[in-house]
C-alpha cells in the first residue's frame, strides 16, 4: 500500500521529468533558430554573389559592347577631305574649331559650297592649368577676304565671317579665326543641324526653362518655332536646333542685342548639355552618341582623339564660356561687328596662357559718360557700346571741350576693367565731384 510519502516522491519524480522536457524544448527551439539565422544569412549571401556576378557580367558586357562600338566609332568617322589636323606639342593648349554649318541653298541639295557658319565656337584646354575656355565668334564679326568677288563679279574686300566657309572653305575660315584669335587651330569639327538633331536625340534630350515668348517661322527653312514663357521643356534634338536659332519674333521683337543674344542663349543650352553629359548615366547612352557623331559628324580629328579629348573637357567644372566683344558698323548698308582687341584682351590672353577668364560682374556699376566733343550723339553710342558687354546703369550728358578722354575712378580693379573694355588708357583716381558714380568717363577729341 502507497505511503503519502511514496505518493510525494512520485510527484516530486514526475515534475523532474516534465522540467528536463521544457529545458530540452527551449534548447532545441534555440537550436531550431540559430540553424533558421544561418540558412537566411547563407540564402542572402548568395543572393549577394548572384547580384554582384551579375553585376560584373552586365559591367563586362557593358564595356565589351562600348569597346566595339568605340572601334567601330575610331574607323568609321568621316573627314570629307578636310585637311589633316596638327596635334598641340606637349604642355601646349588645344585649339579645337567647332562650326555649325546651316542647309545651304535649299534649292540644290547636297550643295555644301555655298553653307555658311550658322555658329563658330573655339574649344580651348590648356593641359597645364587643366581649364576649358569656350569662345564665341558672333557670326556679324568683319573680316577682310583677298580676292573675293560678289555675285556680279564685283571686288568685295570685307565680309561677316559666317560667309568665309562660302568663300573659300574651311581653309579660309581657319585662317580668319586665326588672325582674329591669335592662336593655332589644331583641329575642326563640322555641326551640321541633322548632326547636332541626333547628338541630342542621343543623349536623352534636354531640359530647358523658357524665359520668353517665341514664335518665329520661315517657310523657306521649314523652321517653325514656338515656345512659351514660363514653361519648362525636356527638347529633342528637333526643338532644340529650334531654341538655339531662335533671335526674332513674326513681330520683329526679340533679343535687343541680336546675334549677342542669341549666342548668350546658346551658351545656356551647352551648359545644359555639359552638365548631363557629366551624369554617369550618360554610359548607357554612350553607343547611340558614338553613332551619331560618326553618322553626321565631319572633322579631321581621329575617333580616339575625339574620346580622348572630349573625355577631358565634359569632366572639367572649370568650363568657362565667352563671347568676342566689339562695335557695330555699316558698311555696304549692312550692319558689321568690329572685333577690337582691347575690348577682348582676358579672353586672348587667356587662351594663350590657360588661365580662366575672370568672371566680371558689370550690371552693378553706375558709370557716367560724359561728351567732351562737337559730335552728336558720340556719348549715346559710347552707351550703347557699354550696354552691349554688360553695363547695365550708364547715365549720358554733356561736358566741357576736351582734347583727351579720361577714366575717372576710384577702384583700380573697376579703372583697368573700364581701360580694357573702352580702350581710353588715361586715368585718374579723382572722383570727389560726382559721389553718386563708381566711374565718370569724358570723352574727348582724340576718341573716335
Not at 48 to 73: C, E, M, N, Q, W
Not at 153 to 177: C, S, T
Not at 178 to 206: H, M, P, Q, T
Not at 297 to 324: C, D, E, F, P
Amino acid at each position: 500500500m502507497a505511503t503519502h510519502k511514496d505518493d510525494k516522491k512520485s510527484d516530486n519524480v514526475a515534475k523532474k521529468k516534465r522540467l528536463n522536457a521544457s529545458v530540452i524544448s527551449k534548447a532545441e527551439r534555440v537550436q531550431m533558430e540559430k540553424r533558421k539565422e544561418a540558412r537566411r544569412k547563407a540564402k542572402k549571401k548568395a543572393q549577394r554573389k548572384r547580384a554582384v556576378a551579375s553585376f560584373v557580367i552586365l559591367i563586362f558586357l557593358l564595356i565589351a559592347f562600348t569597346a566595339i562600338y568605340a572601334l567601330s566609332f575610331i574607323f568609321g568617322l568621316k573627314t570629307d577631305n578636310l585637311g589633316g589636323g596638327k596635334a598641340p606639342a606637349k604642355n601646349e593648349s588645344l585649339n579645337i574649331l567647332v562650326v555649325g554649318m546651316d542647309i545651304g541653298d535649299i534649292d540644290q541639295e547636297g550643295n555644301t559650297g555655298l553653307r555658311r557658319t550658322d555658329t563658330m565656337m573655339v574649344f580651348n584646354y590648356n593641359p597645364i592649368t587643366d581649364v576649358v575656355n569656350i569662345v564665341s565668334i558672333p557670326r556679324d564679326t568683319l573680316i577682310e577676304v583677298e580676292d573675293a568677288y560678289d555675285s556680279e563679279g564685283n571686288y568685295i574686300p570685307y565680309w561677316k565671317i559666317n560667309a568665309a566657309y562660302a568663300l573659300g572653305g574651311e581653309d579660309e575660315l581657319v585662317m580668319q579665326v586665326k588672325k582674329l584669335l591669335e592662336i593655332d587651330v589644331n583641329y575642326i569639327v563640322e555641326i551640321d543641324y541633322k548632326a547636332f538633331r541626333s547628338i541630342i536625340d542621343a543623349i536623352g534630350g534636354i531640359e530647358m526653362y523658357i524665359d520668353r515668348n517665341m514664335d518665329y517661322d520661315d517657310d523657306a527653312q521649314n523652321l517653325h518655332i514656338h515656345f512659351k514663357e514660363g514653361e519648362t521643356v525636356l527638347l529633342d534634338g528637333e526643338k532644340s536646333e529650334e531654341f538655339i536659332r531662335w533671335r526674332k519674333n513674326n513681330d520683329g521683337s526679340g533679343f535687343v542685342d541680336g546675334d549677342l543674344g542669341r549666342i548668350s542663349n546658346q551658351q545656356r543650352f551647352m551648359q545644359a548639355v555639359f552638365k548631363k553629359m557629366m551624369n554617369p548615366l550618360i554610359l548607357l547612352d554612350l553607343p547611340d552618341i558614338m553613332n551619331a557623331v560618326k553618322s553626321n559628324v565631319v572633322t579631321n580629328m581621329s575617333g580616339s582623339q575625339i574620346i580622348n579629348y572630349a573625355l577631358k573637357i565634359v569632366k572639367n567644372s572649370g568650363i568657362s564660356m565667352h563671347t568676342l566683344q566689339g562695335y557695330d558698323e555699316k558698311i555696304y548698308g549692312q550692319s558689321f561687328l568690329v572685333v577690337e582687341k582691347s575690348y577682348n584682351t582676358d579672353i586672348l590672353d587667356a587662351l594663350k596662357s590657360g588661365a580662366s577668364v575672370s568672371s566680371v560682374d558689370r550690371t552693378g556699376y553706375n558709370i557716367l559718360v560724359l561728351n567732351g566733343t562737337n559730335t552728336n550723339g558720340l556719348a549715346g553710342n559710347f552707351r550703347s557700346d557699354l550696354q552691349k558687354i554688360g553695363y547695365v546703369n550708364v547715365t549720358i550728358d554733356n561736358a566741357e571741350s576736351t582734347d583727351k578722354s579720361i577714366i575717372m575712378c576710384k577702384d583700380s580693379k573697376l579703372r583697368d576693367i573700364l581701360k580694357s573694355d573702352t580702350g581710353i588708357g588715361k586715368t585718374s583716381k579723382d572722383i570727389s565731384n560726382y559721389p553718386e558714380y563708381d566711374a565718370v568717363i569724358i570723352l574727348g577729341e582724340d576718341y573716335n
